[in-house]
Protein backbone atom coordinates (compact mmCIF):
# COMPACT_ATOMS: atom_id res chain seq x y z
CA UNK A 1 0.00 0.00 0.00
CA UNK A 2 2.63 3.02 0.58
CA UNK A 3 4.38 1.54 -2.34
CA UNK A 4 1.02 2.57 -4.28
CA UNK A 5 0.87 5.97 -2.71
CA UNK A 6 4.51 6.20 -3.32
CA UNK A 7 3.50 5.76 -6.85
CA UNK A 8 0.60 8.10 -7.07
CA UNK A 9 1.99 10.68 -5.39
CA UNK A 10 4.81 10.83 -8.22
CA UNK A 11 1.74 10.84 -10.83
CA UNK A 12 0.31 13.77 -8.81
CA UNK A 13 3.44 15.32 -8.63
CA UNK A 14 3.71 15.08 -12.83
CA UNK A 15 0.42 16.17 -13.37
CA UNK A 16 0.78 19.39 -11.17
CA UNK A 17 3.88 20.06 -12.45
CA UNK A 18 2.27 19.59 -16.02
CA UNK A 19 -0.55 21.45 -15.18
CA UNK A 20 1.35 24.77 -12.91
CA UNK A 21 3.26 24.58 -16.85
CA UNK A 22 0.76 25.15 -19.27
CA UNK A 23 -0.89 27.86 -17.11
CA UNK A 24 -3.00 26.37 -14.44
CA UNK A 25 -4.09 28.73 -11.72
CA UNK A 26 -6.34 26.89 -9.43
CA UNK A 27 -5.43 22.89 -8.80
CA UNK A 28 -7.37 20.40 -6.59
CA UNK A 29 -6.71 16.65 -6.26
CA UNK A 30 -8.86 14.18 -4.04
CA UNK A 31 -7.46 10.80 -3.61
CA UNK A 32 -9.75 7.65 -2.90
CA UNK A 33 -8.91 4.13 -2.15
CA UNK A 34 -11.21 1.71 -2.88
CA UNK A 35 -10.99 -2.19 -2.26
CA UNK A 36 -9.41 -3.22 -6.03
CA UNK A 37 -7.95 -0.19 -6.99
CA UNK A 38 -7.28 3.70 -6.34
CA UNK A 39 -9.10 6.58 -8.08
CA UNK A 40 -8.04 10.50 -7.68
CA UNK A 41 -9.15 13.22 -9.46
CA UNK A 42 -7.19 16.30 -10.62
CA UNK A 43 -9.18 19.62 -11.33
CA UNK A 44 -7.74 22.70 -12.83
CA UNK A 45 -9.34 26.24 -13.50
CA UNK A 46 -8.62 29.37 -15.42
CA UNK A 47 -6.35 27.19 -18.33
CA UNK A 48 -6.63 27.17 -21.47
CA UNK A 49 -6.40 23.97 -23.55
CA UNK A 50 -7.01 23.37 -27.28
CA UNK A 51 -8.52 20.54 -28.44
CA UNK A 52 -5.43 19.42 -30.00
CA UNK A 53 -3.49 19.44 -26.49
CA UNK A 54 -6.68 17.58 -24.59
CA UNK A 55 -6.09 14.64 -27.87
CA UNK A 56 -2.60 14.53 -27.27
CA UNK A 57 -3.35 14.38 -22.89
CA UNK A 58 -5.63 11.65 -23.77
CA UNK A 59 -3.63 9.55 -25.95
CA UNK A 60 -0.40 9.86 -23.80
CA UNK A 61 -2.80 9.28 -20.29
CA UNK A 62 -4.29 5.78 -22.32
CA UNK A 63 -0.52 3.88 -22.87
CA UNK A 64 -0.71 0.34 -21.42
CA UNK A 65 0.59 0.67 -17.71
CA UNK A 66 4.18 -1.01 -17.72
CA UNK A 67 5.13 -1.90 -14.14
CA UNK A 68 9.08 -1.42 -14.51
CA UNK A 69 8.83 2.17 -15.56
CA UNK A 70 7.58 3.30 -12.44
CA UNK A 71 10.75 2.53 -10.53
CA UNK A 72 12.91 3.18 -13.64
CA UNK A 73 11.48 6.39 -14.14
CA UNK A 74 10.22 7.72 -9.59
CA UNK A 75 11.38 11.06 -10.27
CA UNK A 76 10.28 13.81 -12.77
CA UNK A 77 12.14 15.48 -15.48
CA UNK A 78 12.89 18.75 -15.37
CA UNK A 79 11.03 19.76 -18.50
CA UNK A 80 7.04 19.10 -17.03
CA UNK A 81 5.80 20.59 -20.31
CA UNK A 82 7.08 17.41 -22.57
CA UNK A 83 5.29 14.21 -23.90
CA UNK A 84 7.99 11.91 -22.22
CA UNK A 85 6.60 13.21 -18.62
CA UNK A 86 3.06 12.27 -19.85
CA UNK A 87 3.58 8.85 -21.38
CA UNK A 88 5.38 7.76 -18.05
CA UNK A 89 2.18 9.04 -16.12
CA UNK A 90 -0.15 6.93 -19.05
CA UNK A 91 2.46 3.66 -17.98
CA UNK A 92 2.08 4.01 -14.50
CA UNK A 93 -2.01 3.86 -14.30
CA UNK A 94 -4.91 1.93 -15.68
CA UNK A 95 -7.55 4.29 -16.60
CA UNK A 96 -8.02 7.96 -17.66
CA UNK A 97 -10.55 10.38 -18.49
CA UNK A 98 -10.13 13.91 -19.39
CA UNK A 99 -12.98 16.48 -19.43
CA UNK A 100 -12.78 20.27 -20.26
CA UNK A 101 -15.00 22.41 -19.86
CA UNK A 102 -15.79 26.28 -20.23
CA UNK A 103 -11.57 26.74 -19.00
CA UNK A 104 -11.74 24.15 -16.62
CA UNK A 105 -9.41 20.75 -16.74
CA UNK A 106 -10.80 17.44 -14.90
CA UNK A 107 -8.93 14.42 -15.25
CA UNK A 108 -10.18 11.47 -13.42
CA UNK A 109 -7.42 8.15 -12.66
CA UNK A 110 -7.42 5.09 -11.48
CA UNK A 111 -4.72 2.53 -11.02
CA UNK A 112 -5.54 -1.30 -9.97
CA UNK A 113 -3.92 -2.71 -6.62
CA UNK A 114 -2.84 -5.67 -7.89
CA UNK A 115 -1.71 -5.69 -11.40
CA UNK A 116 -0.77 -8.02 -13.57
CA UNK A 117 1.59 -7.91 -16.48
Known sequence: MKHDFRIIIRIINRMMHYLNYNGAKKIWFQIYE???FYEWTIECE????QQLSVDKLRKLLSIQRQSEIE???GIPNAEFGNCHELSIVGMSIDFADVVVKDGSL???M???KNFEH
Open 71 to 73: EAY
Open 34 to 36: QDL
Open 46 to 49: EIYV
Open 106 to 108: CIK
Open 110 to 112: IRN
